[in-house]
């Protein structure tokens, strides 16, 4: 089957084609470069930028997989969560493909793509496995039981942790998108420089929560510059350092509770190198299998998106055309 991969949820708008898993295309532009100036996502100009991008990526696409839209299969197509004027570029332009081409659409659950972009790479996991997905929009633990089957454990009760990266970069006057500068100012720094707080909530919660950790870092900024300079990379790596503390310790103990042996990362946040190498070492302390996607998967991709929708339509057929985006996911 060859399943033709939209997606637009945010600020990237992408495009791949699988011929049933396997990556024949992936092709992807960002935002970066409109939205940097303006310290963050501008939603107005994300979808005009979506509408005049989502046509001809579609077609290089389907031009590297050597490929003509008449051989495709299925259409799969981010409809939520994400910004709705965004969603909307991406979905409608799918709709609209699937009807004129008879071709069927099935609508994919972004964050389904991000606990199932890990079977991208070669030697993927078996199931189950708890999932961890962590990006600007979204901090949660899934139970993974299958392709197609999620339980919701605990997710970020105010801001995710890719938020909060970005937040705390742009008061320290770093430029946008704030996670990779976090995490650039912190391999020189030191992590235990300040114990910034981390709130790991009631015994039995699996929640987040990391406003208070934001407005721990302001606080300690707005002190520091009264009497000297900021000491950039011991900060960053004492706010990264809060933030994957928090992360790892609780997705661990959602392996242990739900007894789970295999954990998965996935989302934009999870491409960061020190997440990972804490993972690495608590996983292995605690005798759980450890998987991470390849980076190039880690961030919002279409790729992920044919591979969903591959599953999805496999398990219950098409999505009908009436159906239309939505903001929050529905998954759990």
Partial sequence: ML???IESSCDDTAAAVLDDTVILAN???SQDGIHTK???????LASRTHMKAIHPIV???LDKAGVQ???IDLIAATRGPGLIGSLLVGYSYSKALSYVSNIPLIGVDHLAGHILSVFLDKAPPCFPYI???VSGGTTSI???ESYTSFKLLGRTRDDAAGEAFDKVAKLLDLPYPGGPQIAGNAEDGDPQYVHFPRAWLDDSSLDFSFSGLKTAVLNHVHQQRQHSELPLGDICASFQEAVVDVLSEKTIAAAKRHNIDTVVIGGGVSANRRLREVFYERCAANRLSFYAPNQRY?????AMIALAGYHAFTHSGPTSLDEDVFSRSNLG
């Avoid at 303006?38 to 107005?44: D, L, N």
């Fill in 131 to 133: 999932a961890l997905i």
């Fill in 142 to 144: 899934f139970l993974a």
């Fill in 298 to 302: 880690c961030t919002d991709n279409a």
């Fill in 38 to 44: 303006f310290g963050g996502i501008v939603p107005e």
């Fill in 27 to 29: 092709v992807l532009t």
């Fill in 69 to 71: 839209l008449s051989q």
């Fill in 59 to 61: 077609e290089n696409a």
């Fill in 3 to 5: 399943i033709l991969g």
